[in-house]
C-alpha cells in the first residue's frame, strides 16, 4: 500500500526524523491559508507547492512549485496544479490527477543526497542505500553509475548498528560540513529503520534528503509503501491512510471479492489460478505474440478456492478494459476442479454475452469433466491442449489468424 508524501512525513516526525514544516491543503483557499501560516511560523516568504500523487518524478512533471513571493503566489501556483494530470515516468501517459496539495516551508540546502530502505529479498534483510545523487532517479544511477550506490544490510538478529549507519555517512562526505552532521545522519538513519520495522514497511526512500548550511540532515521528501501482508496489524491506522483515488478502481473491486488483479497495458485478457502459472501465462503470452503486438492486459489469479460465481466477477473485471480482444483462461486444477472453472466460464459466458474469443486450457483434477461441460455448452469456446498451444491460438484470436 502506497501512501502521500505528507502522510509518510507524519510517521517519520513521529520516529524522530527530520522534516520540514509544512501542511496538507485540500482546495486553492487552504493552501493560501496554509501558506500564510507557515510563512509567519517560519518568518520566510519562500514555501513550495507539492503535488501529492502515488508517484515519483512529481517536479519534473511540474507537480512541485517553488512561491517565492508569499501567499498570494503559493494560492495562484496551487490553482495550477491542484486538478491537473499530472504526468511522471511512473504514472504512465494517462497520467493521475492531482485531489491534494502539500505546502511546505522552503530551505536552504547546500547538498541533496539519496537515502532508501528496502526488503532485500535475496538476503532476507532490510537494505540501505545512500548515493550523493539526491534528486535523481535512483533507477537511472543504478543503471549508469552503480557505483556511486553505497548499500549496508541490517543483520535482523542484531539489529540496527550505527557503525553502519557511520560507514553509509563517510562514504557520503558527511564529514565535510560540520561535525555534527555525520551524528545527525546516524540518528535519523536509526529512526528510518524503527519506521521500517514498527510500521510494517516494504519500502522507505528520501529523495532528497538535503544538508543545510547549519549542518542539519533533513528529508525534504517522503515515500513510503506498505507491506499489505501486514494489514491485520495496522487495520485502523491503514484505513484512515488509504486513498482510493489513487488505486485502480478494478483492482480495489477484485481486491473486495477475494481476488488477485493488477491491471497491464496489453491485450489478452488473463484468467489463471496461481500465481506462478499466471507470470509463467503473462510470459508465454508475450513470448508468442510480441511480433504481433499480442501482449497479457492483466495478471489475474483466482487462486485455489475460487467459486463459480467468482470466475464471473473475474471475467467481469477483464471486460471492463476496452483493450482486451481476446481471453486466456489457464487453469491446472489442484485444490480448483476443472468442472468448476468450466461452469463459471459458460456462465461467465452467458450471463455477460461475451463478445471476444476465449481459449481454455484446463489440466488436472476432473479436466475430462470440465472439458465435457465446455463442448456441450453450444458456445465458440476454443479448447486448448497445453500452454504453448493456448498461446498460440490466443495470439490467432487476436490477429484474426493472420500470424
Given amino acids: 500500500m502506497k501512501i502521500h508524501e505528507y502522510q509518510g512525513k507524519l510517521i517519520f516526525a513521529k520516529y524522530g526524523v527530520p522534516i520540514p514544516k509544512g501542511y496538507p491543503a485540500h482546495t486553492v483557499l487552504e493552501a493560501e491559508a496554509v501558506a500564510k501560516r507557515l510563512i509567519e511560523e517560519t ?74 530502505a528496502v526488503i532485500d529479498r535475496d538476503r532476507r534483510r532490510i537494505a540501505f542505500m545512500a548515493s550523493t545523487e539526491g534528486g535523481m532517479e535512483i533507477e537511472k544511477v543504478a543503471e549508469h553509475t552503480p557505483e556511486k550506490i553505497l548499500t549496508v544490510h541490517i543483520d535482523p538478529i542484531v539489529g540496527f548498528s550505527a557503525f553502519q549507519a557511520r560507514e553509509l555517512a563517510f562514504g557520503l562526505g558527511l564529514q565535510q560540513y560540520s561535525k555534527e552532521t555525520v551524528g545527525k545522519f546516524v540518528k535519523l538513519m536509526g529512526a528510518l529503520y524503527e519506521v521500517m520495522i514498527k510500521e510494517d514497511c516494504s519500502l522507505v526512500e528520501i529523495n532528497p534528503l538535503v544538508v543545510l548550511k547549519n549542518g542539519d540532515v533533513v528529508a525534504l521528501d517522503a515515500k513510503v509503501n506498505m507491506d499489505d501482508n501486514a494489514e ?35 491485450n489478452v485478457g488473463c484468467l489463471v489460478n496461481g500465481a506462478g502459472l499466471a507470470m509463467a501465462t503473462m510470459d508465454i503470452i508475450k513470448h508468442a505474440g510480441e511480433k504481433y503486438g499480442v501482449a497479457p492486459a492483466n495478471f489475474l489469479d483466482v487462486g485455489g478456492g475460487a467459486n463459480q460465481e467468482q470466475v464471473t466477477k473475474a471475467f467481469s473485471m477483464i471486460l471492463k478494459s476496452d483493450k482486451v480482444k481476446a481471453i486466456f483462461v489457464n487453469i491446472f486444477g489442484g485444490i480448483m476442479k476443472c468442472d468448476v472453472i468450466a461452469m463459471g466460464v459458460v456462465a461467465a459466458a452467458k450471463n455477460l454475452g461475451l463478445k471476444v474469443p476465449v481459449v481454455v486450457r484446463l489440466e488436472g483434477t476432473n479436466v475430462e469433466l470440465g472439458k465435457k461441460i465446455l463442448r456441450e455448452s453450444g458456445l465458440a469456446i476454443i479448447p486448448a491442449d497445453t500452454m504453448a498451444d493456448g498461446a498460440a491460438k490466443i495470439v490467432a484470436a487476436v490477429t484474426g489468424g493472420s500470424k
Fill in 43 to 116: 518568518k520566510s516568504n519562500v514555501v513550495v507547492v507539492k503535488a501529492q500523487i502515488h508517484a515519483g518524478g512529481r517536479g519534473k512533471g511540474g507537480g512541485v512549485k517553488v512561491a517565492k513571493g508569499g501567499a498570494a503566489e503559493a494560492k495562484e501556483l496551487a490553482q495550477k496544479i491542484l486538478g491537473m494530470q499530472l504526468i511522471t515516468h511512473q504514472t504512465g501517459p494517462a497520467g493521475q490527477k492531482v485531489r491534494h496539495l502539500y505546502i511546505e516551508q522552503g530551505l536552504e540546502m547546500v547538498k541533496e543526497l539519496y537515502l532508501g
Fill in 232 to 266: 491485520f496489524r495496522h487495520k485502523a491506522q491503514w484505513a484512515e491512510v488509504f486513498d482510493k483515488d489513487e488505486e485502480d478502481p478494478v483492482e480495489l473491486e477484485a481486491k473486495d471479492v477475494g481476488l488477485n488483479y493488477v491491471s497491464l497495458d496489453g
